[in-house]
C-alpha cells in the first residue's frame, strides 16, 4: 500500500508526465522493499503554492506505507527531493516530505483493511 502523493505548482508537461510518474512508483517500490503493483503514485501539478514567500517551483510530498522505517526517512528525502530535482527542475530545498506509517486497520483495500 506505497503511496506517494506529489503536489507541485509547476505544471507538468504530458510528455514529462508519464515518465515522472513510472519513475516516482519505481523509487517508492526500490526504496521500501515491496513489489511496484502495490505502489500508488498520485500527482497533483499546477497547484496555488507558496513556500517561504515565493511562488517559485515547489513541492509538497507525502510518502505513506505500513511499516514505514522512520531510520531511513533522511535517505528517502534525499531520493525523492533528486527526482523532483532532475524532473521538474525544483530545488530540494522547496520540497517539504511527510512520512507517515499508518495502523494496519486503518488503510483500506480490496473491501477490506491490512
Known amino acids: 500500500m506505497p503511496t506517494l502523493r506529489i503536489l507541485t505548482n509547476v505544471q507538468v508537461p504530458a510528455e514529462v508526465r508519464a ?20 505502489v500508488m503514485v498520485i500527482l497533483e501539478d499546477g497547484r ?18 505500513l511499516s514505514l522505517p522512520e531510520l531511513k526517512t533522511a535517505h528517502y528525502s534525499r531520493v525523492l527531493c533528486d527526482l523532483l530535482n532532475e524532473s521538474l527542475g525544483i530545488p530540494a530545498e522547496r520540497v517539504y516530505i511527510e512520512f507517515a506509517a499508518p495502523p494496519r486497520h486503518l488503510f483500506g483495500w480490496n473491501g477490506g483493511t491490512f
Not at 510518474?21 to 503493483?37: H, I, M, Q
Not at 514567500?53 to 510530498?61: D, K, N, S, V
Open 19 to 38: 515518465g515522472l510518474l513510472k519513475r516516482a512508483s519505481g523509487a517508492v517500490a526500490e526504496l521500501l522493499g515491496k513489489p511496484e503493483s502495490y
Open 48 to 65: 496555488d503554492l507558496i513556500f517561504a514567500g515565493t511562488a517559485a517551483p515547489a513541492a509538497y510530498l507525502e510518502l505513506k506505507s
